[in-house]
């Protein structure tokens, strides 16, 4: 196959679903306004002539088309339905493929009417739709996708990278601090807030470390909030880590915390899990997809840091369950949360969907 992909290049999604086609020896071209960073495919960057997000997608139509018609795609991959969508029914290229990544149907499809006619407007052209979560899945629906058309597909993780091992490095020795772990990037939609708030309560009842990975606009904030709560101490904040490094830290966790605030399926949630860990994550229908209350995790509110405090004391004094959830959640992930098991899915999915369109 020949594809052509229109995503957000900087993202690691991005890169990851490029990767995998070029692995399975596909030709690959990635069109991408955004700086693209080590990428696994050949890259085009696109440029906006106009200004708002809408307005420069459109102006850069014309350049698009160009482009495409020298590639000569088998299929359009579009990340992101709204933007990216937009963008692959427009261009007049087919069978056409949109991926839903969370926040353009939860956020996005919600938020103005502007966004919610791309929507609507890119599924009713797309021959094939991908969502990661039921939620999402549902949604995409209800906004035009056609139901037969729609797959629900995992991104899932690299199971030869996020595995189970004995805790090693710094956990050593020190069975009596719990180390907590979030791998959540530094944004006001993680909500990173609720878990500073809750760390004085913690640690008032625990021995507690808390490993802060990820980067974003938030984090000098938030690093200055652990310092006002006199917390600071008990606080690393490792910025943004490569697989392999984020892999280790999770090996070495306990409990691992997601505060977010709005999520379909996260990659995130999926590579603690595959490490053994046990999660405590906002109640949240793409969480709930994954997380089975006091049996494989702990569900907070959104907007209760004492609650949250509380659910961690009580999880990290229970030796048993902590050893039960990880077992439970390493067996979860090797049955529906593997990357190249699901992506193969897709694969087979837009072979399928070109072999249809020839055949019209």
């Known amino acids: 196959m020949r594809i052509a992909i229109l995503g957000d290049g900087s993202l690691t999604h991005t890169k990851r679903w490029g990767g995998f086609f070029k ?173 500073i708030d809750a760390a004085p309560y913690i640690l008032k009842e625990i021995n507690a470390r808390f490993i802060i990975c990820g980067d974003g606009p938030e984090r000098e904030n938030l690093q200055k909030k652990t310092e006002k709560l006199g917390v600071g101490e008990n606080f690393s904040f490792k910025g943004k880590l490569n697989p392999e490094e984020l892999s280790r830290e999770l090996r070495k966790s306990d409990i691992y915390i997601s505060t977010s605030l709005s999520d379909s399926t996260s990659v995130s949630l999926l590579e603690a899990m595959a490490s053994g860990l046990t999660p405590i994550v906002t109640d949240l229908e793409g969480n709930r997809e994954w997380i089975i209350e006091g049996e494989n995790g702990v569900i907070i509110p959104a907007d209760d840091p004492v609650k949250l405090a509380e659910s961690v004391i009580k999880t990290a004094a229970n030796k048993p369950f902590l050893e039960k959830a990880g077992n439970i959640n390493v067996r979860i992930i090797l049955d529906r949360g593997l990357w190249e098991d699901n992506m193969k899915r897709v694969e087979k999915a837009m072979t399928t969907l070109i072999m249809k369109e020839k055949n019209r």
């Open 23 to 195: 692995e399975q020896g596909h030709e690959v071209l990635l069109f991408s306004f955004e700086e693209t960073e080590n990428s696994p495919v050949p890259v085009i960057q696109l440029k906006k002539y106009l200004p708002t997000n809408l307005l420069g997608y459109l102006s850069s139509l014309r350049l698009l088309k160009k482009e495409l018609g020298r590639f000569d795609p088998d299929i359009v991959s579009s990340l992101y339905i709204s933007g990216y969508g937009l963008l692959g029914a427009l261009c007049g290229f087919r069978p056409l493929a949109v991926s839903a990544l969370g926040s353009d149907l939860l956020v996005d499809y919600k938020k103005h009417f502007v966004h919610k006619a791309q929507i609507k407007y890119a599924l009713g052209k797309a021959g094939l739709i991908t969502a990661d979560s039921e939620g999402l899945s549902r949604i995409a629906i209800e906004a035009g996708a056609s139901k037969k058309n729609t797959l629900k597909i995992y991104f899932g993780i690299d199971g030869n990278v996020f595995y189970r091992s004995p805790k090693t490095g710094e956990a050593q020795g020190n069975n009596d601090t719990t180390l907590i772990i979030s791998t959540r990037n530094h944004y006001s939609i993680y909500n990173l807030d609720l878990l």
